[in-house]
């Protein structure tokens, strides 16, 4: 019987159950190590024009993968981690109960909301004011749906399962919750809400602001006891536990892309986290809170070992994603390899001068984040294109990956600005690494050598935490 640690991972469009044994480290052998015991789909659904996540799907799946798991008679599994993506908050009354399934970070219910706590931020009602302030607090990017303009958008509108809470859990803190009766917010996920500050008395130090509670109604009492990743929250319920012996559910870098940080073999290269969200940035001892971080929107997120994680937030292959969704709706499943044909076949066309290329665009622009229908956003942005209809499908994947790379790009040259050392090498992790076209476009873009590292970094970065090989 071998002895494992489980990652319960959590994405916005696929959940998995993973194992690897003590023996998995870092590098580019980390996948050779796991094993996927089940795989799952998640989507937000929409009712009402609110967007929200099925909650109680997830939590059905997640008792299936550790149904399956049980049933490996040759694995024993040591401990359990689960993390998820941030920002997102779970509301419970005082008896434990959920009020409503979570609302999702791409419902439009929190545009407008930065400009109205930046006004009531500012003595003066100045929106510059109040937004570099916000900054100056938390050091995180200005993003709509980060969790203090959420909160904020809840008790504007007396959104009542908000207004009755008892208990406010993140994503992958509320399924802690479910397997271990235990409330705990996880600092790594907590520090995505923009209601933390760095700094308390001069010193780093992370804690609630009173401040920005106060603005967004937020309760303190509702926040239960923020851990460390590494720290043991409880043990499986006998209850829901299809094991026949005692484990251990362990806080891991709780958000996702905390935990795929986690896989990064050295502070001084810069990563690219790539999925669904593209985030580029680095591994710092303290935050980078100036003036330059401010305008640039870079954010300060917290990592393993109490680190401040320096990256930026892009739109990564969501726009694509949503195109194939509605590609398939029509008829047309294109595998990624088919993808990456596509865009191949518009590189010799244009070499070849029988086409115009398309307009590329800023991915990161708001129109792409939850459009009804994302192909014709992309092809609005393209501008006009000279070529027959059957190319249409491939100029589209054409732009959005030379987009997103030029982007990529961008980003890299902001973070440099940033970085007190010469990054080197860009580290890409995450399931878009697998993407060789991609990553050729991001190396030619950032004008540094790339890496490939796990394309599951976040599942070994989750079990690297619960082994404790790296420092916690």
Request: glycine residues 8%; proline residues 4%; negative net charge.
């Amino acid at each position: 019987m071998q002895d494992v640690y489980c990652a319960i991972d959590l994405g916005a469009t696929s959940g998995r159950v993973m194992v690897a044994p003590i023996e998995v480290s870092t590098g580019m052998a980390d996948n050779a190590q796991l094993q996927e015991i089940y795989r799952f789909p998640n989507s937000m659904y929409e009712l009402g024009g609110m967007f929200f996540w099925n909650t109680d799907a997830l939590w059905d799946e997640i008792r299936k993968g550790l149904r399956l798991l049980a049933e490996r008679k040759d694995l024993h599994v040591v401990s359990i981690g689960v993390d998820s993506w941030g920002c997102d908050v779970v509301f419970l009354d005082d008896s434990g109960q959920t009020l409503a399934h979570p609302r999702a970070y791409r419902d439009p219910y929190t545009n407008g909301m930065m400009e109205k706590v930046w006004k009531r931020m500012a003595a003066n009602g100045d929106l510059c004011e109040g937004q570099k302030t916000v900054y100056q607090k938390t050091g995180i990017q200005m993003l709509p749906f980060n969790t203090l303009y959420q909160l904020y958008a809840c008790s504007e509108q007396h959104y009542e399962p908000f207004e009755k809470a008892a208990h406010y859990l993140w994503i992958a803190d509320y399924f802690n919750y479910l397997l271990t009766g235990e409330m705990r917010n996880e600092y790594t996920l907590l520090s995505t809400s923009q209601l933390l500050s760095w700094y308390d008395c001069g010193a780093v130090r992370p804690h609630l602001d009173d401040e920005l509670l106060a603005i967004c109604g937020a309760k303190r009492e509702c926040f239960a006891p923020m851990v460390q990743p590494g720290e043991r929250i409880g043990v499986l319920r006998n209850r829901i536990s299809p094991f026949d012996y005692e484990i251990p559910v362990i806080a891991v870098a709780s958000h996702d892309t905390a935990s795929a940080v986690a896989t990064v073999p050295n502070r001084h290269i810069a990563y690219l986290s790539s999925g669904t969200w593209s985030l580029m940035g680095v591994v710092a001892e303290q935050p980078v809170i100036t003036d330059d971080s401010y305008l640039l929107n870079f954010t300060n997120e917290g990592g393993v070992g109490q680190t401040a994680r320096v990256l930026k937030n892009i739109t990564g292959m969501w726009i694509l994603e949503q195109c194939r969704r509605e590609w398939k709706e029509q008829g047309k499943d294109y595998s990624h390899a088919q993808l990456i044909e596509m865009a191949e076949q518009i590189d010799e066309r244009l070499a070849a001068g029988t086409i115009r290329q398309p307009l590329l665009f800023n991915p990161d622009e708001p129109r792409f984040a939850n459009p009804v229908s994302m192909l014709e956003v992309v092809i609005n942005a393209m501008g006009k294109t000279d070529s027959s209809s059957d190319l249409q499908d491939a100029l589209i994947v054409w732009t959005i990956y030379h987009s997103l790379s030029a982007r990529y790009g961008e980003v890299f040259r902001m973070l440099q600005q940033l970085t007190p050392w010469r990054i080197e090498q860009l580290y890409i992790i995450g399931g878009g690494a697998r993407n060789q076209y991609l990553n050729r476009l991001t190396e030619q873009a950032v004008g540094v050598p790339v890496v490939v590292g796990s394309t599951e970094a976040t599942a070994v970065g989750n079990i690297l935490v619960q082994t404790k090989q790296i420092t916690v």
